[in-house]
């Protein structure tokens, strides 16, 4: 395989007032080889494939592409020469259907008039020869599942006579199965000499898809190695640029008596769910998206209605009718959903950590609340969580995911509640971030805390949790305990629909 | 330094800053209009505006919009000035007015919250009944005498100052602490930046809703109170078209009608911006076609600035 690079950048630099946001990158991809291009947030991945797209002039170095070098000033440069980019966010138009979003701008044209069956069949060409013969052209793209739209767009590249493919970030909202067949497509390009560069913060993803993993950090290159001879510390390792032994993190922690228990519950979606979480203890829940995950943890803490079935606290019936009598009673709901159920963009970091507290009297006095008090309270927070932002009166809307998602957890803890439900806390940040929430984890379980941790990654649910529940379609499909939390048992039951809740103790 | 940033790019400084100019615009064109006289008057004729956009705030803070003030005020009127006919007593009526702000509240807020009815929709609604109420309980005619106790509350001085303009000044100090320094206060401010957040984050934002739709219930009842005293009438189409400027109040002085951002500071500086233009085209003999024109290019700008100022921050 081994022929001359279809891709090279030389010494490639990027300099924007004030900032190097790529330093000096040399990087070479060759036909048919799938690139994983890692790094944190700021690492210069974004930066590294816009120059390649056309979107960025570089200020220093080349970039050769089947061997000559180029000058692309725009994208459309670019995509003509055949380096198209699938971005995180899908570039299609709702209302039209599969074969006009991908011939956009270049639709067949008979006597004025648009060719309608060269278009269709053009379509089903370049979708038969990439494994998406499934798709038709016809289809409405705003009717296609999320999986089947991002197809199109890859269909759409392939349609400009790709060499080169950037995917950035493609699986963010994807679902298993839809990762599943996204990878097949890879691998059919990749077996019709296409170059592709990988980007993703999912590390599982890059050891299964890529050939080669090219490690940036603040800019400039730390490592280029092959998949084959590279591990999930070490990539980290460079990552971050520390020694990086157990990225997953257990802690040392003894489950103790059982903080919060549901028997039974139901409601028109949930399906007889027995749950129950201990004290110093991390209960994970893996469920694919739309597999009761949410819905369990809402309806624990009264946000939606339970029709059947109780809930106990330490040892007494409960019956929270809306988060604030949960809240009351120590058990907090942090939402995977940080813009859309959790942060108040708009607001000073200080406020969105200090809104829960002030709901069950902290920080105030007769009705008032005590802002001074409240600020010392909500900075304590934001450093021990290791918030990064200038000041607590930033605007949550200015930080990074990152660091979104620390000031939720600031949130969730400042109260020091005995149950913390986390629903999918590592969703979208970086890997410094994740280390830094699994850490918190392991500590709040021993500090005796009931943990609940929500996520759709394998590897973090098998090595962060003492015990597994998999979820699907609103039911408990497995509660797995020491060995049994592997990758295979977990998948299994995770897939596993409408299995007996024989299953669950 | 810091403070000072804040303080000289909040929206509530730059409708100042065109408060003063507009002002600084009639002081130059009208002899009269710096009189102590004039500046009370326009300060007596925006209280009544005032009362009705503090509670608008409430509203809007929270996304929602109270279409009906105008109509109920004018409601408010005439139900006090039947009892008052009737014999009942000036405080009784009071009281009984102020309750009747509060139904009209707990209407609102049950119809949004407990029905999920669009608040622009129940209180175009409310808007319509209450003026049709109004008219038929007055026949259509305007009911006069009122005892003097009772027209004190519109038409009374207390030294120089009159009594509306202490009332106004009163509530939107009352607003303005229970906005800017109580859980309450801070909690509508939650619901309208983030309604789901809010709920999660254990804030009953049913009751928040509720709280908001009576706060413009009183504030319409006591314009009510204020308007009838002022004017020793009720009058079936008293505060016509009331809300629109209010809305405008409160638009222009910095709000969101997306929710979570306005200030009663900002509403007042908007009230005042609305009526100096009133009482200063008044002073320069504009013909009222034009005034309203030029009022409503006023609003264009004011709001306009303030878009543009934000809208780097919109995705």
Known sequence: ?505 | MKLNKSLFSSSEFIVLLGLLAIGAFFAFTSPVFLTKFNLLNILLQSSIQGIIAIGMTFVILTAGIDLSVGSVVALSGVIMALMLHAGVPVWLVILINLVFGVAIGVFHGFSITKIGMAPFIVTLATMAMARGLTMVLSDGKTIFDFPASFEFFGAGTIGPISVAVIIFLLYAFLAEVLLRSTVLGRNIYAVGSNPKAAALSGIRTQWILYFVYIVSGISCAIAGLVLTGRLGAAMPTAATGYELDAIAAVIIGGASLMGGKGTIVGTIIGVLLIGVINNGMNLLNVPPFWQSFLKGAVIFLAVMIDSLKNRQVEV
């Open chain 1, 1 to 505: 395989m081994k022929t001359s690079p279809i891709l090279e950048t030389v010494n490639l630099t990027k300099v924007f007032p004030g900032v190097i946001a790529l330093d000096d990158v040399s990087l070479k991809l060759f036909p048919g080889e799938v690139l994983g291009l890692v790094g944190e947030n700021g690492a210069g991945k974004s930066t590294l494939m816009k120059l390649i797209g056309g979107v960025y002039t570089p200020s220093k170095g080349q970039i050769f592409y089947q061997g000559e070098e180029t000058h692309f000033r725009t994208p459309k440069d670019a995509l003509d020469a055949g380096i198209s980019i699938v971005y995180q966010e899908l570039n299609l138009i709702p209302h039209l259907s599969v074969a006009e979003n991908i011939f956009i701008n270049r639709l067949p044209r008979r006597s004025g008039f648009v060719d309608w069956r060269k278009l269709y069949a053009d379509t089903r060409r370049i979708l038969e020869g990439s494994g998406m013969e499934g798709i038709d052209p016809r289809a409405i793209v705003a009717d296609l599942p999320i999986g089947v739209k991002q197809s199109v767009e890859i269909a759409k590249a392939l349609s400009y006579d790709a060499r080169i493919i950037l995917f950035d970030e493609p699986t963010s909202s994807l679902t298993g199965p839809e990762i599943e067949n996204l990878f097949a497509v890879i691998r059919r390009l990749q077996e019709r000499g296409i170059g592709i560069i990988y980007v993703s913060h999912h590390l599982d993803e890059i050891f299964e898809i890529t050939d080669r993993i090219h490690i940036l950090r603040d800019g400039k290159t730390v490592a280029v190695m092959p998949t084959a001879e590279a591990d999930e510390e070490t990539v980290v390792s460079r990552m971050v640029g520390r020694d990086i032994q157990n990225i997953y993190y257990k802690g040392e922690h003894t489950p103790a008596e059982v903080a919060l228990e549901a028997s039974g519950i139901s409601d028109h979606f949930l399906k007889v769910v027995n749950f129950k979480v201990r004290r110093s203890e991390v209960v994970g829940i893996y469920g694919l998206l739309g597999s009761g995950r949410t819905e369990l943890l809402k309806a624990l803490i009264g946000a939606r209605p339970i029709k059947g079935g109780e809930v106990k606290l330490n040892g007494r019936k409960v019956r929270f009718k809306h988060p604030h009598d949960a809240i009351k009673n120590g058990v907090i709901y942090s939402s995977e959903d940080r813009k859309g159920e959790n942060l108040f963009f708009g607001n000073p970091i200080w406020k969105n950590i200090t809104y829960l507290a002030i709901q069950v009297g902290r920080f105030v006095k007769s009705g008032f609340t005590q802002v001074k008090e409240e600020r010392a309270a909500a900075s304590e927070y934001a450093k021990r969580l290791n918030v990064k932002a200038p000041s607590i009166d930033v605007d949550v809307y200015n930080l990074s995911g990152g660091n979104q998602q620390k000031v939720c957890l600031a949130k969730a803890l400042i109260n020091d509640p005995d149950v913390i439900l986390l629903d999918e806390p590592t969703r979208g940040i970086d890997v410094g971030a994740k280390l830094e929430i699994y850490r918190l984890i392991a500590d709040l379980a021993e500090q005796g805390k009931a943990v609940v941790f929500v996520s759709s990654e394998l590897p973090e649910i098998i090595g962060c949790t003492d015990r597994v529940y998999t979820m699907s379609e609103g039911r408990v499909t497995a509660e797995l305990l020491g060995d049994d939390i592997n990758e295979e048992n977990v998948l299994k039951y995770c897939l596993e629909i409408g299995a007996a809740e024989g299953a669950t103790s």
